[in-house]
């Protein structure tokens, strides 16, 4: 089947702690975009990458980390420098196209204990 | 910078009313506009996209409709199901965001027998 994979479905981080959330695509999409979700609030943009070996800063990115390595995989890291990181995490692919579908991944839920 | 606002903020209504949930957006030039369903926890599943030179679209019970000219899009669900119970957010691509999405806050949807 093809899809978004994001890992682990369900992450919890001491404070002062990296943490690193998987997302995997097997559709052949250019584009990989972190997302972040607050209760009652929409998306917010994070990273997101147009290409392998190149990516931007979105609208939040202060505190989070990406790479792009391989076509099929964007993994983003949470760092301590994030004050705020509980939150749930939406991994999201397109062709990269001006008008591209968004496809979404099942998330991850970050809790700091 | 884009808004999306999303009118109303919750809605609930009987099985079998047709109703109509509103996005609206500030910057009319956009690439197009996507309408998601949520469900509890889980990721983002695309409903519908209306290309910018599109005026509406349709699948099913759902036709969503693009004013590009007065920033406003609806998604109208007829015949409305408890099935159809989840959070509906509206997004838009635009300028040179290459597919990165602008979200509203969503409309929480319940369907009730």
């Known amino acids: 089947d093809g899809g978004i994979t994001q890992s682990p479905k369900y992450l919890f981080r001491k404070e002062g702690q990296n943490v690193t959330l998987s997302c995997e695509q097997n559709l052949n999409h250019d584009a990989m975009y972190w997302y972040r979700q607050d209760p009652g609030q929409g998306l917010r943009l994070i990273y997101y990458?147009?290409?392998?070996?190149?990516?931007q800063k979105g609208d939040i990115a202060e505190g989070y980390s990406v790479s792009r390595e391989k076509k099929e995989s964007f993994p983003l890291t949470v760092t301590s420098a994030q004050k705020n990181p509980t939150a749930f995490y939406l991994c999201?692919?397109?062709?990269?196209?001006?008008?591209?579908?968004?496809?979404f991944g099942q998330g991850t839920r970050l809790t700091v204990v | 910078k884009q808004e999306v606002t999303q009118i109303p903020a919750a809605l609930s209504v009987p099985e079998g009313e047709n109703l109509v949930l509103n996005c609206s957006f500030t910057d009319s030039a956009i690439y197009n506009l996507q309408w998601f369903r949520q469900d509890p926890g889980k990721g983002l599943t695309s409903l519908l996209l209306i290309q910018s030179s599109q005026r509406e679209q349709t699948s099913g019970r759902l036709n969503a409709s693009l004013d590009k000219s007065s920033g406003r899009s609806t998604l109208y669900i007829a015949a409305s199901q408890p099935g159809d119970s989840a959070t509906y957010l509206c997004?838009?691509?635009?300028?040179?965001?290459?597919?990165?999405?602008?979200f509203g806050q969503g409309t929480i949807l319940t369907v009730h027998p």
């Open positions: 990458s147009q290409i392998v070996n190149d990516f």
């Open positions: 997004a838009v691509t635009g300028g040179t965001s290459y597919g990165k999405l602008t």
């Open positions: 999201a692919s397109s062709m990269g196209s001006r008008t591209p579908r968004a496809f």
